[in-house]
C-alpha cells in the first residue's frame, strides 16, 4: 500500500504575499465609511496584511505601514483595560452575548434597560470606556489607554488621529442618543460628554497592520506578553476575550466571520479587522471597503484564505 505524503506546510511569507497580491487586484472592494466624514476620505484600495507568528516572525504585505483609524479594534483593548481594573463587575454593566443587531441600534437598549449586550457593539463599548474613566480625569484615562497599546505594540510613536476624532465628535449623534440612553437607567457613572469624549478619541487612534498585530500577541500567548515574558492578563481572562472576539467582534456579521475565519477577530469601520490564531500567530488585516454589516470585506475574505491555508481555524 502506498502511503500518501504529508503536505507540506505552506510558507507563511509566500501565503502572506499572494493573498495581498489578489486583494490589491480585486474590484469588489465593498464601501468605505461615510457616517464619519474624515473616514470617507481614506484611498478605498489601500490593503495591508501582517501576520507576527507565534516564534515573532512577522510576514508584511501591501500597505503594512500606513497608519489607519482603528476604531472598533480599540474595543479589544478598552474591554482588557476595564476587566484589569474592574473584574468581572464589569458584567453588572454590559453583557456578553451576540447582539445579532447593528453596530449602532438603539432598539435593544430599549427592551433590555439600557444593558448592552456586549462589549464590542457601540453601546457596550460606550459602558466600558465609562469604567475606565471612572476616578480619573478624560484626558488620564485616553493617555492610559494609549499607553497601553504603546506598550504592546513595543511602539511609543503610536497617536491619535485628532481629525477623525473631532469629525466623530461633531457628528456622532446616535453614539451620543446611546449614551443619553444609558445613563438614563444609570448605567453610565460620569458625565455623558466626558464619557464620549474618551470612547471618540480611542476609535480614532491610528496604528498601521504592523503596530496593530504586534498588540494583539498577548492574546496569542494566554494573556503573556511574549517580548516581556511578563503576564498582561490571566490565561482564563486571555480565553474569554478571545470568545468574546469570536461570538460578538463582528456585530451582526460575527456568526459569518466565524463560520467563514473560524478565529476570534475584532472589525473596525476604519477597514481594520485584528484576528488571534491561538498559540499560533496574531494577524493584522486592513482594507478600508466595508460590507452590509460594517466589516472589511476584503479583510475578512484575506483572512478566510490565510486560515484555510495554515490550517489555522480554531475548530481544527
Ligand atoms: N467610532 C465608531 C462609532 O462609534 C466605531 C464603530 C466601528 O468601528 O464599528 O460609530
Redesign the pocket.
Known sequence: MKLASKAAMPDLETVVKDIADEMRRRPDRGEVASY?PELARVDPSAFGLVVVGADGTVAASGDCETPFSI??VSKVFTLTLALGKAGDRLWRKVGREPSGSP??SIVQLERECGIPRNPFI?AGAIAVTDEILSGHEPREALGEILRFLQFLAEDSSIGIDEAVAAS?QRT?FR?FALANYMKSFGVLDNPVDFTLGVY?HH?AIAMTCQQLAMAGRFLVHLGRDPATGHSVVQPERARRINALMLTCGHYDGSGEFAYRVGLPGKS???GGILAIAPGKASIAVWSPGLDTS?NSRLGRIALETLARKMGWSIFG
Open positions: 464619519i476604531q472598533s453596530f449602532n457601540n466623530e456622532g453614539n471618540f476609535c473596525g469601520v476604519g460594517g
